[in-house]
Structure formats: structure tokens, C-alpha cells
């Protein structure tokens, strides 16, 4: 099996540029008002006047490549994902929190970036320019709006830049007792049942072994022992699959599928969790429920909800089996072909079964 984690993970190295500090009200619209990332390398950036920036550096982890944000006062009015070409993977726009707009900047695996010699520059009231790389092979410059120049030269201000490093722990999963638990995981279907069948013939058997083995991976180094009911492409019953479950006496089960709309719809997508019985069923589908809508933007939320399958209501332990979003929906099936989005499912499925165990075990 791929080994999809080292140590490397919770290894990040993060910079925190702070710039003039006035701060606008928080109802305003956004300080952002064009950006350009040119063919040197170099970010540009035109604010309003007197804006308060702050700018974040992550190296890459399993979820997401070398990333360079920037936070603008100010709301965002439409968020966007805006395609790189070279060595930007790709440029979304979003709003972090109510009031606040950010732009990230996701470089593709193989950039070489040394964000310790990086300074942004105030080349005026509302320009800055930072230089993020040396670009190896020419590429198409990539931007909204006009950043442009002033008439007549405005000196830089480089008095307002102080940096600071500080570690940033988005990414790191919580801890919970060691040796202490036993998660039994699901990969729903597998051999000749490949279970739904979505855009472009992507199959369900296939998507949910890859994020449960991944999932198994991630509470593995968090000292919770993980059974699989199935490694491969294998003929497995529905019953034996809850045997593994009751007769390892497993603190919590897991049945990871996708969906398939009737009809084939490409309109419908979505992510839902269901549980059999009790609270903390329910507990624990909630969990996973708010982790994975989390890493799914604007994939509709189906809510928790209460469901009949065998593999539920059978296991004598917290039983959940999630939908992890449609095969046969456009946005989700774009999604779940990408192993970057299947690492980025695995990392939230097993936050929400971390969290669940640190409330609950
Ligand atoms: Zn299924």
C-alpha cells in the first residue's frame, strides 16, 4: 500500500508578513481590487487605500500544495477558483470568515518556493509587489483586474513590513489516548459489485477503497488501531462485514460509500451521513458529517440522517455510513476523481471519528 504520510506532514513552515494596521468596518466590500501574478514571478496586488494585510506561507502536506495566502479586510462578493498554468496550480478567492477575503495561491507539487527570503513591498498607498519565485520555463501571466501604475513614481515603502514566523495548525488532526481504540473501517461494494457507477465510468468500489485506506493511514499515526473489512477488490457480504465489527468488539464502525442519483442527474450532489441508532451514533455521524461538508464547498449538505442499511443496523457499536457525494453529479464526480480530493475526504472522515472519540471513548 502507498504510504501517503510521513512525518512531514505536521511540518510546516509559515510566515506572517504584517503590514500598516488601520482597519476598515467590517461591512465594507473588499480591499482587494485586482491582482496579478506576472511572468517573473512576482505577485502584485492593488487595495484600497490604507488596507491591513496579512500574508501566510504552508508548505505542502497531503491535502494541499505549497500554498501562499493573502487576507484582505473587507467582504468578498463572488468566491472563485481561477485555473494557473506553470508553476501555479491554481488561484481561489474566497471568503475565510463574514467580513474578510482571501486569495491563495496553490503552486504545483514540483515548485521549488523559499518563502524565508520573501518580503511583500508597499510600492504605494494601495500597490504591493512580493516575489514568490524565479520562474524556470515561461509561462502566462495570470490576474484580475489592473494593478497598474501610477503616474510618476511613488518611492516604496519597505518602513512598513515587519515578518514573523508562527506555526500554523490547521492541518494537525487531534490526538487522542493511544493504543486505547479500535475503529473498524468499510469500504463499501468491491469485486464484482462495484457499487455506483458515475461520470465518465468512475466507480464507487474504487473511490471508497482508496479514502478508507487512506483514512486507516491517518488514525494509524494517531495511535487508534484500524481494521479494513476489505483491502482489495474482493467478493465481501454484508454480514461478514459486521462480524468484523461485533466480534473485534470495535469502538466504532465506519461504512464508506458514494453515491448515484435515479436518472443519472448531473445536478444532484450532495453529502449525508446516517446512523442506525442512539446518540451516539448520531454523535459520531454528526461529526463526520460537519468534517467532510467542510472540505466539500458548495457540495449541497443532506444532512444526518437516520437509515436502515444492514451494515448499520446490525453492528452493536456507534455505526455510520457516509456518502461521501455523487458519482453521477457534476460538481461532487469532478471532485472524487482527483486523489487530492479523496486524501482531503479521509483527513475530514477521520477528524470527525477523532473528535467523536475524545468526546465519547
Ligand atoms: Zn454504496
Do not use: C
Amino acid at each position: 500500500m502507498i504510504r501517503f504520510l510521513d512525518n512531514k506532514l505536521f511540518r510546516y513552515l509559515s510566515i506572517f508578513l504584517f503590514l500598516n494596521s488601520s482597519i476598515l468596518p467590517v461591512k465594507s466590500s473588499s480591499a482587494l481590487a485586482a491582482w496579478e501574478i506576472k511572468t517573473n514571478g512576482s505577485l502584485e496586488l492593488r487595495t484600497k487605500s490604507n488596507t491591513n494585510l496579512k500574508a501566510y506561507f504552508q508548505k505542502a502536506n497531503q491535502i494541499y500544495g505549497d500554498r501562499f495566502w493573502v487576507d484582505f479586510t473587507g467582504e468578498l462578493k463572488n468566491p472563485r477558483t481561477i485555473k494557473g498554468n506553470g508553476p501555479i496550480k491554481e488561484i481561489r478567492l474566497g471568503k475565510p470568515n463574514k467580513g474578510k477575503t482571501r486569495l491563495v495561491i496553490e503552486f504545483n507539487e514540483e515548485t521549488y518556493l523559499n518563502p524565508l527570503t520573501w518580503q511583500m513591498v508597499g510600492l504605494d498607498q494601495n500597490r504591493w509587489r512580493i516575489k514568490l519565485f524565479n520562474p524556470k520555463y515561461p509561462f502566462k501571466k495570470i490576474g484580475e483586474g489592473l494593478v497598474g501604475k501610477r503616474r510618476g513614481t511613488i518611492k516604496a515603502n519597505k518602513n512598513l513590513i515587519k515578518t514573523k514566523k508562527s506555526d500554523y495548525d490547521y492541518f494537525k488532526l487531534p490526538d487522542v489516548k493511544q493504543n486505547k481504540f479500535l475503529v473498524v473501517i468499510d469500504p463499501g461494494h468491491g469485486g464484482p459489485d462495484p457499487g455506483a457507477i458515475g461520470i465518465g465510468g468512475i466507480r464507487e468500489t474504487d473511490v471508497v477503497l482508496e479514502v478508507s485506506k487512506i483514512v486507516k493511514e491517518l488514525l494509524s499515526d494517531k495511535g487508534v488501531e484500524v481494521r479494513l473489512t476489505r483491502k482489495n477488490e474482493v467478493d465481501l457480504d454484508l454480514p461478514p462485514r459486521v462480524s468484523i465489527a461485533n466480534n473485534t468488539d470495535a469502538d466504532v464502525f465506519v461504512s464508506i460509500h458514494a453515491n448515484a442519483s435515479r436518472g443519472k442527474r448531473r445536478d444532484i450532489n450532495g453529502l449525508e451521513t446516517f446512523y442506525f441508532r442512539g446518540w451516539r451514533g448520531r454523535l459520531l455521524a454528526k461529526n463526520i458529517q460537519k468534517q467532510i461538508l467542510k472540505v466539500s464547498p458548495g457540495s449541497p449538505d443532506r444532512g444526518v440522517k437516520q437509515g436502515r442499511f444492514y451494515v448499520i443496523k446490525n453492528t452493536r457499536m456507534p455505526a455510520v455510513l457516509v456518502e461521501i457525494g455523487f458519482l453521477t453529479g457534476r460538481l461532487d464526480a469532478r471532485r472524487l476523481e482527483k486523489t487530492m480530493h479523496r486524501k482531503r475526504l479521509a483527513y475530514a472522515i477521520a477528524k470527525g471519528i477523532l473528535e467523536y472519540l475524545n468526546k465519547v471513548g
